[in-house]
């Protein structure tokens, strides 16, 4: 689906090789390295990632028991308990972090300021101050981004192309979120262009998001776009359900939304991004420093169409947008 350039594919061949390593190159000092893994979600929600994760340190030669420990705390989509998990890891004296999202990112760089920190998902590092450069980080923190260009323009053009009568779109959106910020004016645009009014739901908590849904039935919302971030990947059952019951087509940027019964889900696939964390903490504990290792953005992408959801919904999908799908739910 997505143009693969001679930069991504040597990219993609590099984290391979990373990842295809025996055994025996992973560090033979003889002491048990504490990885402290920092989710802001749910076990249910992300605990898959978090498998993935572990399974490529096993086949980078890392062994739980015998030479690391992997310490994981789940915020379980509450934010305001990732700086006590932070320092609950901290005070275990985790030689490397692996955080998923901003605040939990920031959260473990308040704790701990000088322990390496890998990004399993975050939006735009730079953007919101986490890291100088992509190619160049410096400090303390490495890895992987799941932003790319256009992604928010490419959900709205796939929402439309599935469901044509989507006039007024809502949005849910953190705006103390940078790259949702640009993500926003992105998806405007995109909107704008297909004569599509966007209309802005602010969600920062779970407990919003019913309040959030009966604004767009007030405001006559036809379609809703939920935005990646802590909250929503967290919430997806929910978010799901509240678009069915107030029978809106929607679309999402995880495929676990969809699964869990959002109507489409349109972007880099989550589980191959935690695999790629781990060869950066392979790369650490291996001696490198976080600050030299470029940051890699995400170079494969998925589209998963919910067919159950467009039945509930008394919908006929495109057979050409179906013919495209990576994954279709029945």
């Known amino acids: 689906m997505i143009p693969v350039d001679r930069r991504t594919f040597l990219s993609v061949l590099v984290a391979g090789a990373l990842i295809r390593r025996p055994a025996a190159e992973a560090q033979p000092t003889g002491k048990v390295w504490r990885i402290g893994v920092l989710e802001p979600s749910l076990p249910a929600a992300n605990g898959h990632l978090v498998a993935a994760f572990r399974q490529a340190l096993r086949e980078l030669g890392w062994e739980e028991g015998r030479n690391i420990v992997v310490e994981t705390r789940f915020a379980d989509g509450k934010l305001e308990r990732l700086p006590a998990l932070a320092k609950e890891l901290a005070q275990l004296r985790v030689d490397v972090f692996v955080a998923a999202g901003t605040p939990a990112i920031r959260a473990a760089r308040e704790a701990a300021p000088t322990t390496p920190i890998i990004m399993s998902a975050v939006g735009d590092p730079v953007a919101e101050g ?32 599935a469901v044509p009568r989507v006039s007024r779109l809502a949005i849910i959106w953190d705006p103390g979120i940078v790259h949702e910020v640009h993500g926003f004016k992105e998806a405007e645009a995109a909107a704008r262009s297909l004569g599509i009014v966007l209309l802005s739901f602010e969600v920062k908590r779970a407990d919003q998001l019913e309040a959030a849904f009966a604004g767009m039935a007030r405001d006559g919302a036809s379609g809703v776009f939920v935005f990646p971030n802590s909250i929503t990947s967290t919430f997806g059952r929910r978010i799901a359900d509240l678009a069915l019951k ?54 494969k992408f998925e589209l998963v169409v919910n067919v159950k959801t467009a039945k509930a919904l008394g919908l006929t999908l495109p057979q050409s947008l179906l013919a495209r799908a990576d994954q279709v739910v029945e």
Do not use: C, M, W
């Open 130 to 161: 986490l890291v100088a450069s992509l190619g160049k980080p410096g400090g303390t923190i490495t890895g992987v981004t799941v932003q790319s260009p256009e992604l928010s323009a490419k959900r709205v053009q796939l929402l439309q192309e």
């Open 246 to 299: 107030h029978r809106l087509p929607s679309v999402a940027g995880v495929r676990e939304l969809a699964d869990a019964g959002v109507l489409l889900a349109y972007g880099p696939v989550r589980a191959e991004n935690y695999r790629r964390a781990a060869t950066f903490v392979h790369q650490v504990l291996n001696g490198a420093r976080p600050g030299d290792l470029p940051i890699q953005q995400p170079t």
